[in-house]
């Protein structure tokens, strides 16, 4: 893995501006940034991100079936009471996934660390699956990438093939999120244009102007029953909506469906280390009112987890994060070394959510910037990455987003 200084594309935000790339600088910030770019050997990209990552998910999955099976798990994951069967339902009924974005510590050098799981609504989707790929294939065309350069990116394909295994051609779906928000926007509609290329019906529907019938189904803006509904909202957010007690009896399907609430928290953290202590890919974690308790030496806490806690509490003691189990673009992070804070996310909006402890896994450096790499799951596989990189110690929502490519 090598950050390599290259020439921009001397047009790229006139084409930025022609494909409604709207979001190409952010907060007066540069978002996209192609004068460098990450290099990856092909072993790089096959065993140390792709195989891990498809591997991940699998594990996820098996998270899932132990999480609905322990109330205790389903509290300390802050799953509103009164939802849990809808969660739990969705999983025994087999409520499709479509995509989830897992981020990764990784330098090229040893395993990729997990840090979170974007289970449920990640975006930087569009940039990765067809923004990027422009890049790569410009750059080609005009020599600056050696023939036979390649990039690890089926994102858009495999959306597509995942769309028309789970729907019949025609079939009608809706897409919705937040208004006024481009990043949103370009998330959804990267989604709508593989729904398309998969021959089904795509809408979309501001998620304000989501209206309910009086037999109790969701419509869109023009009065549409939606039966297939995508929605850039999280669930974490949805379950304590006042609508949230209307979808069991809706009859629409959600994608992602509500199982996707204990992927997307990072509560699942601490269940995968519990479940798969000392994985190559895994950072030991925790709730923190666990560690608190096992500290203690309370009888509250399990003893297998007060063992785990032991085994792993000098490799804590070093360096760990603490994390709501619900926060977006690293709110509310704090990161301690030996146990002194040494940065703390400015955006502090989740403080008051329950939190986990896990252990600090620094991201490299190149050029004063730390990169996380995020690799997409569509379905069940991993099928792309897409890489964000921040002068923090905490990736947020200021990061660039960075092209990436595999050297011949």
Known sequence: MEKIVLPERPHWRDHAKEVGFTFADMHGEPYWDETSAYSFTLEEIENGLEDPATALHAMCRE????????????QRLAIPEAYYDLVAD???????????????????????KLLEYNADTPTSLYESAAFQWQWLEDQLAAGVLPEGADQFNGIHEALVARFRDLFEEDSDLHFTAVAGNP????????????????????????????????????????????AVLFKLYPWEDLLRDDYAGHVAGSGCLFLEPAWKALLSN???????WQMFEGHPNLLPAFFEQDVAEAMAGRGSVSADVAEAFGRAEAALSAGHVRKPILSREGAS???????????????????????????????????????????????????????????????QDLSRFKPHFIAP
């Open 63 to 74: 998270a899932v079936d132990h999480i609905i099976g322990s109330e205790r798990l389903l």
């Open 90 to 112: 969705s999983w025994r009924q087999g409520d499709p996934e479509i995509y989830g974005r897992f981020d990764f510590a990784h330098d090229g050098n040893g395993p990729a």
């Open 183 to 226: 990043e949103d926007y370009g998330t959804v509609e990267a989604m709508g244009w593989a729904a398309r290329e998969a021959g089904l019906g795509a809408h979309y529907c501001d998620l304000d102007r989501i209206a309910l019938s009086e037999d109790g189904h969701f419509l869109d803006d023009e009065d549409r029953r939606m």
């Open 266 to 272: 990072k509560g699942l953290l601490p269940v995968l």
């Open 333 to 395: 992070v704090e990161i301690f070394e030996a146990g002194n804070l040494v940065e703390r996310a400015e955006n502090t909006e989740y403080a008051e959510h329950p939190r986990i402890i896990q252990a600090y896994a620094p991201l490299p450096q190149f050029d004063g910037f730390r990169p996380v790499i995020g690799a997409w799951i569509i379905g069940e596989t991993c099928a792309g990455i897409g890489i964000r990189e921040d002068r923090s110690r905490i990736t």
